[in-house]
């Protein structure tokens, strides 16, 4: 599953910590320099993104491990793991220091930003849309002016099957309209083949949506052969009228992919911010103090081959909402993409 999610990712290892002793047998010695150690060499052995980010790991090394020592206090082993890990700048690697009172490190652009103020959906519920309906969790929906369809997913894990009832009734209840917004700001994610199926709703013929790799071994350029993903007309109906994809940078992971699935089809506008720019697949490990880390162990690509890891995918229509205009009720991207829909 892809996702940032850290605390599911958290809980999960928590309850498996006992089957995870009996199973690896005598633990790593537990202390400050073989902590470091261990971190090194896993992310050395596994991450996927040092070629495409032209990440020297080893001259990192030779900076961070002789800060260490047997006595390096906590605190310091934490602050140093996290200015080591700032040269990922990767959304999908993370620090959970359990049982010190620290906080969850973040690397990449989410936790640099911290927290986002260039998206309100009370905006939208009060000021551009006629009702704002639930449909599940994840997915609201309804119309807004210009008889243009608004569709928020807020997630892309509630399972194909609930995605492909949700879709046949969406697009039966928009069907009428003249353009449809799918906004995944604020979206952290969730699961490529569901992404996959959601553009498919949309597709007009079969294309490729992205590619990509993962790692098989222990150098930085052992990956297994890529794998495209192609996107395919999916479901009862497709909608193919005009529509366009809201994106800002917290739209994350399989947020992203969906977004470059979509770019594929000519009638799909994407409109925002830059997404992300975590787009692989992550994995989780704990060390021998007991503090979990995240890393992503991929490479994935867009279509035509570009890397956009730690960059994020440009929109088509580029709109930076300013803050204060969010906080007054004001969304200058949405406004947007409805004008480009009614202008069609």
């Not at 479901?235 to 529509?243: A, H």
Request: glycine share 8%; with cysteine.
């Amino acid at each position: 599953m892809k996702t940032i999610k850290i605390f599911f990712v958290i809980a999960t290892l928590l309850s498996l910590a006992a089957c995870d002793d009996m199973l690896l047998g005598e633990k790593e010695p537990n202390n400050p320099v073989n902590n470091f150690d261990v971190l090194w060499n896993d992310v050395d052995k596994m991450y996927g993104g040092f070629a495409v980010k032209n990440i020297d790991w080893d001259s990192l090394y030779n900076v961070y491990r002789p800060q260490v020592n047997d006595n390096t206090s906590d605190a310091e082993l934490y602050t140093i793991f996290s200015k080591l890990l700032d040269h990922l700048d990767d959304n999908h690697v993370s620090l959970i220091p359990t049982n010190t009172g620290f906080p969850v490190y973040q690397s990449g652009i989410v936790g640099r930003l911290g927290t986002f103020t260039d998206f309100r959906l009370s905006a939208i519920a009060d000021n551009y849309i006629d009702s704002l309906k639930i449909y599940s969790g994840t997915i609201l929906y309804g119309t807004l002016k210009g008889n243009v369809g608004y569709i928020l997913l807020g997630g892309m894990e509630e399972g194909i099957d609930t995605y492909e009832k949700a879709f046949d009734f969406l697009l039966d209840y928009l069907k009428d309209t003249d353009g449809i917004i799918i906004d995944v700001r604020n979206n952290p994610g969730g699961i490529d083949q569901e992404s996959v199926y959601i553009a498919g709703r949309f597709a007009t013929e079969t294309k490729t949506g992205f590619k990509f790799r993962l790692k098989n071994g222990p150098e930085h350029d052992d990956f297994t052969p890529f794998y495209e993903y192609t996107v395919s007309p999916q479901g009862k109906t497709q909608y193919t009228k005009g529509v366009a994809v809201m994106t800002h940078r917290f739209s994350i992971s399989a947020a992203e992919t969906f977004t470059m699935d979509m770019s594929q089809f000519d009638h799909v506008t994407i409109v925002g911010d830059t997404t992300s720019g975590a787009f692989s697949d992550m994995t989780s490990r704990e060390l021998p103090n007991g503090w979990v880390y995240t890393i992503s162990i991929g490479d994935w690509r867009s279509a035509d081959g570009t890397s956009y890891e730690g960059i994020g995918f440009p929109p088509d229509v580029v709109v930076q909402n300013d803050s204060t205009d969010v906080a007054n009720g004001r969304d200058e991207a949405l406004e947007t993409a409805i004008s480009l829909l009614t202008r069609k």
